[in-house]
């Protein structure tokens, strides 16, 4: 199948094919990081800028080097300092990017359906870095990506997605990416970290950790946002750590070979313990570097989902 769509917003519109292009067209970008000249010219002459709102460090750092290793230009904007402090909007700000002819804009921002608006408001290509708790599709696509790397397959798996489940955008796109995969989700939180009607997304909920990882084939383990907490009605982080933390202990009661995983940054001692974050199950680090895969190829996608429109309408 051809990729046809100029921007990456959220794995929701994706089929089942379009997540599988992603993913066949990341493992032929994967070995190009091995060699010792890390670069081919798919992207040369184009230029991506990083319009990050949030702070980041994978992301951003993920897209620049992806970008770079497709040979295409990179800027990053510093928001901070950008003329978004002087009261410029979402819109004209992507707009202005677009005016300066670059080709692809990556943007990262606290509302949801940011980079939805900006697609609709620029014909250059957009790429959603995470907006809000909406979606975070390219780090589900590593996600995913990491998981038949290491399990073979993702049709039939049990993923349990632990943790903040009510913020979280990497949650809201695994079960998106992982159900249309044929994967069987369960997310597991306390009663006040499940967002109503997650049911209806496809996943199953469970308040009880070792249900969460009893049978689990992996477990996707989400930051607590405590910086959320406005009513101030989340768990301590010690009564999270003793009611819901992966501890060795807990993992031990798991399939022996159950993957483990976490998007990053983690809090050890607060969702994992530092024991579990480092042991051989863990592919924290190995998800990080399938980043990079992941987004050369969504960079490479949405360019050519851009220029095909671009010849039909001329
Ligand atoms: N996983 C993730 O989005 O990490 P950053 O916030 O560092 O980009």
Known sequence: MAWTRKDLLGLEELTKEEIELVLTTAESFKEVSTRDIKKV????????????????????????????????????????????????????????????????????????????????????????????????PTQALLDMFTLKEKLGKIEGLKVSIVGDIAHSRVARSNIWGLTKLGAEVTVCAPKILIPPGIEKMGARVTHDIDEALKGADAINVLRMQFERDEQ?????????????????????????????????????GIEMSSEVADCPNSVILEQVTNGIAVRMAVLFLVTQGHDQRDENTH
């Open 232 to 268: 101030k009605a989340f768990p301590s982080p010690l009564d999270y750590f003793k009611t819901f933390g992966i501890t060795r202990e807990r993992l031990e009661t798991a399939k022996k070979e159950i993957v483990v995983m976490h998007p990053g940054p983690i809090n050890r």
């Open 41 to 136: 010219p798919a992207l040369r002459g184009k230029t991506v800028v990083n319009l990050f709102y949030e702070p980041s460090t994978r992301t951003r750092v993920s897209f620049e080097v992806a970008a770079k290793r497709l040979s295409a230009d990179v800027i990053n904007v510093a928001v901070q300092e950008s003329s978004v402090k002087k009261g410029e909007t979402l819109i004209d700000t992507a707009r202005n990017i677009e005016a300066l002819k670059a080709d692809i804009i990556v943007v990262r921002h606290s509302a949801s359906g940011a980079a939805n608006i900006i697609a609709r408001h620029v014909g250059i290509s957009v790429v959603n870095g995470g907006d809000g708790w909406h979606e975070h």
